[in-house]
């Protein structure tokens, strides 16, 4: 890794430079620990990520807004975070942890935290990096809908009817959503 991949536009390390991803082959098969900013730099390795899809009582899905500080892909819009799992982390207890760091939710606002899908995807982010990642679809409805989001996490926050982003995707273009998002949600609506 050379300094020009690691180094922030203010010369500063990047925090994702000492952090580390698990490399993964096409069918989410463990292949050992790869440097997080190695797996999202040049033509990307294939590591193990997730994205949880947070819902309402009514069918509306939580959009956040990745703050403009993300190396990748900030001020998209996801639904709702994304991450990676460490050594040792199942989906679960990775999405039940973000879920708290990023927007301040708790496990006892929830009880049905489910794995619902995994597809690979590969795309790349103009002149920052890739992402080439076999993510797991997990989703939730909150039974309390209270938020303390943090703002070097979440940029922006939005409840949309999910049925209605899906099927109206020109109203919602100016959001500019995140490649795994679309993916997930295109292959919910199949």
């Known amino acids: 890794m050379?300094?020009?991949?690691?180094?922030?536009?203010s010369g500063e390390l990047h925090k994702n430079a000492r952090q580390d991803v698990i490399a993964v082959d096409p069918d989410d098969n463990e292949q050992g620990l790869v440097n997080r900013l190695d797996a999202h730099t040049g033509d990307g390795i294939r590591h193990r990520a997730f994205t949880c899809l947070v819902f309402d009582h009514e069918d509306r899905i939580?959009?956040?807004?990745?703050?403009?500080?993300?190396?990748?892909?900030?001020?998209h819009w996801d639904g709702t975070v994304a991450s990676h799992p460490v050594e040792g982390q199942t989906?679960?207890?990775?999405?039940?942890?973000?879920?708290?760091?990023?927007?301040?939710?708790?496990?006892?606002?929830?009880?049905?935290?489910?794995?619902?899908?995994?597809?690979?995807?590969?795309?790349?982010?103009?002149?920052e990096g890739v992402e080439w990642e076999v993510c797991a679809v997990l989703k939730?409805?909150?039974d309390d809908i209270s938020l303390?989001?943090?703002?070097?996490?979440i940029g922006g926050?939005?409840?949309?009817?999910?049925?209605?982003?899906?099927?109206?995707?020109?109203?919602?273009?100016?959001?500019?959503?995140?490649?795994?998002?679309?993916?997930?949600?295109?292959?919910?609506?199949e």
């Open 62 to 75: 939580l959009l956040a807004q990745r703050a403009p500080n993300k190396r990748l892909w900030d001020t």
């Open 148 to 153: 303390d989001p943090v703002e070097e996490e």
């Open 91 to 127: 989906q679960k207890e990775a999405t039940e942890q973000r879920l708290e760091e990023e927007l301040g939710i708790t496990p006892d606002q929830y009880n049905d935290l489910r794995v619902t899908d995994k597809f690979e995807y590969k795309r790349y982010y103009p002149n």
């Open 2 to 9: 050379s300094e020009d991949e690691t180094a922030t536009e």
């Open 140 to 142: 939730v409805t909150l």
């Open 157 to 189: 926050m939005l409840w949309v009817d999910y049925e209605h982003l899906n099927t109206n995707p020109r109203l919602y273009r100016q959001l500019r959503l995140c490649p795994w998002f679309e993916i997930a949600m295109r292959r919910d609506f």
